[in-house]
């Protein structure tokens, strides 16, 4: 047993949530009907606040149908979390509904073959390899969700541009160069600047999602290229945040542009403030609890997976654009207080089935 992980998730649980019965540590006795589906996220950090949105979403809908609800944190270590899932489905018998956000692309084939090993009911977000499918493994692999990151990572870019007055020199920032939505969204940035040859690329550097590599790196590149740098462009707003920190240090915060992507509560803010010239926002909270939705109704028998179409089974969700103009707006609709959201419609934001090149 994981007494000291347990310790410590509820720790950082109740920090975020404001109450340690929001989040249950995966050990714990079982408290609902024998009957009922343990409802449970793996993601990477608590300390993310993309993803510490995402645990809010997922403990609403927990609550929403009285279900016990488990958090699975991966430190950004895909053997834990491989590790931690299987021994939560051993917990449970099976009797489970994951939603996860796998550290790494091929992470999600091991945790899919041993959710359908044991019965469980899996939902993956954002990470998997090509040639993994939900109908390969029905009925337990439910769907899989992401959001096309070329446009998120070309409306950005270009919004930096839009910033710059179309010239100047961009550093960037990326994310893990395995994951999907990485990948994706470096390829909305190099169309932008393919298309505006008076603004130059000084430097693209991986800082794999994280802020503490983003800070070190752009501290770096302040020194290197000095008044070079016109604007950044960063993969997630965990990054485009300590871009920003090292900018106020350097005393240069609102006059060199940073754009982030996933539209947490501080990208927003800094929008508002003049520091930042966008992000998009893909809805943390929904992704969290309609994830364990999409999962608990296949479970429960409220709709068979496998007579689904396609389209329901791999899909985009709908992102938002969020700049200066529509910030404020934003801000108190989906910020200011906890959205409220309909669990039962689950195929509400689809946008279409996911394409691979």
């Not at 090509?130 to 969700?145: E, G, Q």
């Not at 096309?148 to 839009?162: D, F, I, Q, R, S």
């Not at 990208?267 to 999409?294: C, H, K, R, Y």
Request: charged share 20%; proline share 5%.
């Amino acid at each position: 047993m994981h007494t000291s992980w347990n310790r410590r998730r509820i720790v950082q649980s109740t920090m975020l949530l404001g109450t340690a019965a929001a989040v249950s540590a995966p050990w714990v006795r079982r408290v609902s009907a024998a009957d009922a589906p343990t409802v449970a996220n793996s993601i990477r950090s608590l300390s993310n606040p993309y993803h510490a949105t995402w645990n809010k979403g997922g403990a609403a809908f927990a609550k929403s149908v009285g279900a016990e609800y488990v958090t699975l944190v991966t430190e950004a270590n895909s053997e834990k979390g491989v590790s931690d899932i299987k021994a939560l489905l051993a917990k449970t018998g099976g009797n489970l509904v994951l939603n996860v956000d796998p550290n790494d692309s091929p992470d999600a084939r091991p945790i899919v073959e041993a959710c359908q090993k044991a019965g469980a009911y899996v939902v993956t977000q954002w990470n998997k390899p090509n040639d993994l499918h939900p109908w390969d493994h029905n009925p337990n692999y439910v769907a899989h969700i992401s959001f096309n990151g070329v446009p998120a990572g070309k409306a950005m870019a270009e919004a930096l541009v839009k910033a710059m007055g179309g010239k100047g020199g961009v550093v960037a920032l990326g994310g893990i160069l395995s994951n999907v939505p990485a990948i994706e969204r470096k390829k909305g940035l190099d169309e932008v600047l393919a298309a505006n040859p008076d603004v130059k690329l000084l430097d693209f550097q991986v800082a794999n999602w994280t802020a503490t590599e983003a800070l070190e790196k752009t501290n770096a590149w302040l020194t290197q290229f000095g008044d070079q740098i016109g604007g950044i462009w960063a993969a997630n707003d965990d990054m485009a945040l300590a871009a920003l920190e090292a900018l106020r240090a350097d005393g240069r915060a609102g006059k060199v542009p940073v754009t982030g992507i996933d539209g947490i509560q501080l990208a927003v803010e800094a929008i508002l403030n003049g520091e930042m010239a966008g992000t998009v926002a893909w809805d943390p909270f929904w992704q969290g609890g309609m994830g364990l939705s999409i999962g608990y109704h296949a479970k429960t028998g409220k709709f068979d997976p496998t007579t689904q179409p396609k389209e329901h089974r791999e899909f985009y969700g709908k992102g938002i654009v969020v700049t200066s103009e529509n910030a404020r707006t934003f801000y108190d609709s989906n910020i200011k207080t906890e959205p409220k959201l309909d669990w039962n419609d689950i195929w509400g934001r689809v946008t279409g089935q996911i394409q691979y090149g």
